[in-house]
């Protein structure tokens, strides 16, 4: 018996009422909530296939413990919503919430974590910062007292924080927007917006021309790109962001453990890999590929905590794109200029972490015309407004 596909392919129609740009986790969410609004007649657009670009190429993790009150209250929805997202979706996400780790080297690094903390918990959110020795029993296998140069003098603690299987977060959304009466185009690649006296009319692509009064830009590395085609010049800058992983190996880590001092993050996997990133490139780039620096530094600093690694062999790396913003905050929600062009781009390292919480907002934004509140500190004017939401310190390693 052959197979159902998880979602089908279609005609693409001359009209729809929404278009999407971008068939990874921000664009495919926004899809599936505007089919639970109502809102059937949508098109995502992707140029190449589902979770080709920054969501089958990150670390799948999911955290809210931000530095800001309105990152925490964002980041605390996108959990919430992952937490319930394989009922929701009927499909296995695999999200194991085995809690987080960022850890402090130094007396400074203590106090940002104090600060952190403090705010998380204002905010609701389960954090707190823990000392070496409840450190060590969490995970037993970490050199927490061995650091002659980096002591672990603390870290910060958050139980709902963990990984989730990125793939199928990407393929049950597709599925989801595919029941929910929505069109998932693959292979199709925007080439120009149409804009008249201010407003969106149209989208042509390399499969034709689609009459449309919302456009949705949802891309990453490229986000610029799509906003230049309604003359929107956008203030963000993209870097190559690189991952490893290692060879499987027998469980061993219960939590992502990530150190800004090292420049690493580390979490395993459901199949015993061990998956390493660090901080994004310091040049500008549209480069995908690997480097041996990166494979170097990364080997190095994750000796550092682990020790024991040293013959545990690299399986692959891999290079995905971030779009970075002033602030190191995401831009979200309607355009001052151009009406029916929306935004949900520059998330730099956050992206994959917020999807569901983006998808549900900016859907509520497109089915309404009217920003929710959770939106607003994200909107482009801030910038001409001088109310920047500044999450530098909460990158941990990728800034």
């Given at each position: 018996m052959k197979p159902s596909r998880m979602w089908q392919e279609h005609e693409l129609q001359d009209s729809y009422d929404v278009v999407i740009i971008g068939g990874g986790v921000h664009g495919l969410a926004t899809a599936y909530y505007l089919t639970q609004l109502g809102v059937k007649n949508i098109?995502?657009?992707?140029?190449?296939?589902?979770?080709?670009?920054?969501?089958?190429?990150?670390?799948?993790?999911?955290?809210?413990?931000?530095?800001?009150?309105?990152?925490?209250?964002?980041?605390?929805?996108?959990?919430?919503?992952?937490?319930?997202?394989?009922?929701?979706?009927?499909?296995?996400?695999?999200?194991?919430?085995?809690?987080?780790?960022?850890?402090?080297?130094?007396?400074?690094?203590?106090?940002?974590?104090?600060?952190?903390?403090?705010?998380?918990?204002?905010?609701?959110?389960?954090?707190?910062?823990?000392?070496?020795?409840?450190?060590?029993?969490?995970?037993?296998?970490?050199?927490?007292?061995?650091?002659?140069?980096?002591?672990?003098?603390?870290?910060?603690?958050?139980?709902?924080?963990?990984?989730?299987?990125?793939?199928?977060?990407?393929?049950?959304?597709?599925?989801g927007v595919d029941r929910g009466g929505g069109h998932v185009h693959q292979k199709t690649e925007v080439k120009s917006i149409e804009v008249v006296d201010g407003q969106v009319e149209a989208v042509v692509t390399n499969r034709g021309r689609i009459r449309t009064k919302k456009v949705l830009n949802a891309t990453a590395g490229y986000a610029g790109l799509i906003s230049k085609m309604v003359d929107l010049q956008i203030p963000v800058s993209t870097h190559p962001l690189q991952a490893c992983v290692t060879e499987p190996l027998k469980p061993f880590l219960n939590t992502v453990i990530v150190s800004s001092t090292l420049h690493i993050y580390v979490s395993q996997t459901d199949r015993g890999e061990l998956v390493l990133g660090a901080e994004v490139d310091g040049h500008s780039s549209y480069s995908l590929r690997g480097t041996l620096h990166f494979a170097e530094s990364a080997a190095t600093h994750l000796l550092e905590l682990f020790p024991m690694l040293a013959n545990v062999k690299l399986l692959r790396q891999w290079s995905g794109l971030c779009d970075m913003t002033p602030d190191y905050s995401p831009i979200m929600g309607d355009t001052p200029d151009v009406k029916g062009f929306y935004m949900t781009v520059g998330w730099g390292t956050y992206g994959f972490k917020a999807g569901p919480a983006s998808g549900y907002l900016m859907a509520e934004c497109i089915a309404s015309g009217k920003s929710p509140a959770k939106l607003e500190p994200f909107h482009i004017t801030r910038f001409y407004e001088d109310r920047l939401v500044g999450e530098k310190a909460a990158a941990s390693v990728s800034h």
């Open positions: 098109a995502v657009l992707e140029a190449k296939y589902i979770g080709f670009g920054g969501s089958g190429r990150n670390t799948a993790i999911v955290r809210s413990n931000y530095r800001t009150p309105e990152g925490i209250a964002f980041y605390d929805l996108s959990v919430k919503l992952y937490e319930q997202l394989a009922i929701d979706l009927d499909f296995n996400v695999m999200f194991s919430q085995h809690g987080h780790l960022t850890m402090a080297h130094n007396e400074r690094g203590v106090t940002g974590l104090m600060e952190r903390a403090n705010t998380n918990r204002l905010m609701g959110v389960n954090s707190r910062v823990i000392f070496p020795q409840e450190i060590q029993e969490l995970v037993p296998d970490l050199n927490v007292f061995g650091h002659m140069r980096y002591p672990i003098m603390a870290a910060l603690y958050h139980p709902p924080g963990g990984i989730i299987r990125h793939d199928a977060v990407v393929w049950a959304y597709a599925r």
